[in-house]
Protein backbone atom coordinates (compact mmCIF):
# COMPACT_ATOMS: atom_id res chain seq x y z
CA UNK A 1 0.00 0.00 0.00
CA UNK A 2 1.11 3.40 -0.84
CA UNK A 3 1.08 6.89 0.81
CA UNK A 4 -0.94 7.95 -1.23
CA UNK A 5 -4.32 9.11 -0.63
CA UNK A 6 -7.47 6.87 -1.16
CA UNK A 7 -11.07 7.14 -1.91
CA UNK A 8 -12.83 3.68 -1.62
CA UNK A 9 -16.28 3.68 -2.74
CA UNK A 10 -18.29 1.65 -0.18
CA UNK A 11 -21.01 0.09 -1.27
CA UNK A 12 -24.20 0.77 -0.74
CA UNK A 13 -22.30 3.63 1.85
CA UNK A 14 -20.38 6.83 1.68
CA UNK A 15 -16.87 7.45 0.22
CA UNK A 16 -14.53 6.42 2.63
CA UNK A 17 -11.59 8.88 2.28
CA UNK A 18 -8.00 7.82 4.10
CA UNK A 19 -4.35 9.24 3.47
CA UNK A 20 -3.04 13.01 3.96
CA UNK A 21 -6.05 14.93 1.81
CA UNK A 22 -7.16 18.42 3.15
CA UNK A 23 -10.46 18.91 2.34
CA UNK A 24 -12.03 22.15 1.93
CA UNK A 25 -14.92 24.04 1.30
CA UNK A 26 -16.17 26.33 -1.41
CA UNK A 27 -14.37 29.74 0.29
CA UNK A 28 -11.20 27.50 0.71
CA UNK A 29 -11.97 27.06 4.66
CA UNK A 30 -10.58 23.60 5.76
CA UNK A 31 -12.82 20.98 7.48
CA UNK A 32 -11.61 19.33 10.37
CA UNK A 33 -10.54 15.68 9.45
CA UNK A 34 -9.28 12.69 10.86
CA UNK A 35 -6.75 10.35 8.91
CA UNK A 36 -9.97 8.68 7.63
CA UNK A 37 -13.26 9.59 7.10
CA UNK A 38 -16.68 9.21 5.18
CA UNK A 39 -18.56 11.65 2.79
CA UNK A 40 -21.76 11.35 2.36
CA UNK A 41 -22.78 9.72 -1.06
CA UNK A 42 -26.52 8.77 -0.87
CA UNK A 43 -27.58 12.62 -0.56
CA UNK A 44 -29.21 12.33 2.87
CA UNK A 45 -27.07 12.86 5.56
CA UNK A 46 -27.98 15.69 8.44
CA UNK A 47 -23.93 16.23 9.02
CA UNK A 48 -23.12 16.76 4.64
CA UNK A 49 -20.36 16.69 3.44
CA UNK A 50 -19.72 13.77 6.03
CA UNK A 51 -21.72 10.47 6.01
CA UNK A 52 -23.93 10.29 9.39
CA UNK A 53 -25.08 6.35 8.59
CA UNK A 54 -28.35 7.88 7.36
CA UNK A 55 -27.81 5.34 4.26
CA UNK A 56 -28.64 2.48 5.96
CA UNK A 57 -32.15 3.68 7.48
CA UNK A 58 -33.01 4.61 3.97
CA UNK A 59 -31.44 1.59 2.16
CA UNK A 60 -29.31 3.34 -0.22
CA UNK A 61 -28.25 0.78 -3.36
CA UNK A 62 -25.10 1.86 -4.94
CA UNK A 63 -22.66 -0.63 -6.11
CA UNK A 64 -19.83 0.69 -8.97
CA UNK A 65 -17.03 -0.72 -10.03
CA UNK A 66 -14.38 0.52 -11.97
CA UNK A 67 -14.33 -0.97 -15.31
S1 LIG B 1 -23.74 7.88 2.56
FE1 LIG B 1 -24.01 7.73 4.68
S2 LIG B 1 -25.50 9.21 5.12
FE2 LIG B 1 -25.24 9.38 3.00
Known sequence: MSDNAQIKVNDNG???VKG???MVDAEGNVFETKKAFSL???GHSS???F???THKKIDFESE???E
Open 14 to 16: PYL
Open 20 to 22: NVE
Open 40 to 42: CRC
Open 47 to 49: NKP
Open 51 to 53: CDG
Open 64 to 66: PRA
